[in-house]
């Protein structure tokens, strides 16, 4: 097996979609980007979630809120809803894995407030759940999914923003989602600060 071939193919193939994705991606993020914005500047806040890699990609976009991406600046309001092993054992264990995330947004959401829902397939139904108790409590919603956006895509209201990257393989998918969330950090950072 010539490993050094293949790991060249997987840095290749991950550059190709990222410059393929640019001009469909572009767009969506810049509205999700507006959107977060104008949620911090109403005293919102952002609520994250996701499953495995998209847990930690939802605990990384809190964590740059929260303390800082590439600029000084206030701290941002935002909460990853994966990160309490309390709260979501506790609902796994009384009621169901399905509504790990839901319950807490249903606790912590207001109708000023952004749900991040990252899900490569957008099947996951701890996170179509949580995207209805988010409709419920009247949020808005970013949907960053991947594949056809699966489920997700179809529950998704008018006012939602869906940021689908257009590929099959959930390792691409996961890889152009840590390019979009810096894009939204650096993003929401231009329009808080007024960077040019």
């Given at each position: 097996?010539?490993?050094?071939a293949r790991?060249s193919?997987h840095?290749?193939?991950s550059?190709?979609?990222k410059l393929?994705?640019?001009?469909a991606l572009?767009?969506p993020?810049a509205?999700?980007?507006e959107?977060m914005?104008q ?5 919102g806040k952002?609520?994250?979630c996701?499953?495995?890699?998209s847990?930690?990609d ?8 929260l303390?800082?991406f590439?600029?000084?600046r206030?701290?941002?309001?935002a909460?990853?809803?994966?990160t309490?092993?309390?709260?979501l054992t506790?609902?796994a264990?009384?009621y169901t894995?399905d ?5 807490q947004v249903?606790?912590l ?7 991040l829902a990252?899900t ?6 701890n996170?179509?759940e ?8 009247q949020m808005?919603?970013v ?8 489920q997700?895509a179809?529950i998704?209201g008018?006012e939602d ?6 590929a099959n ?6 890889e152009v989602?840590?390019l ?5 950090c650096?993003?929401?950072d231009?329009?808080l600060?007024?960077v040019?």
């Open positions: 097996m010539d490993l050094i790991i193919g840095f290749s193939d550059a190709h979609l393929q994705a640019m001009d572009a767009a993020i509205s999700a980007a959107r914005a949620c911090l500047m109403r005293d952002i609520l994250s996701g499953n495995g890699g847990a930690a939802s605990q990384h976009f809190a964590a740059e809120l303390n800082r590439e600029m000084e206030p701290g941002l309001a909460i990853a809803l994966t309490d092993t309390s709260t506790s609902i264990n009384d894995y509504q790990v995330f839901s319950k249903l606790a959401g207001q109708a000023n407030d952004v749900l990252i490569t397939s957008g099947n996951s139904r996170m179509l949580a995207v209805r108790a988010a409709h419920e409590r808005s919603v949907a960053l999914t991947g594949k056809s956006g699966g997700m179809d998704l008018s923003i869906h940021i689908c990257v257009p393989n959930t390792a691409r998918i996961q989602h840590v979009v969330l810096h894009c939204l650096d993003a929401i231009c329009l600060l007024g040019e």
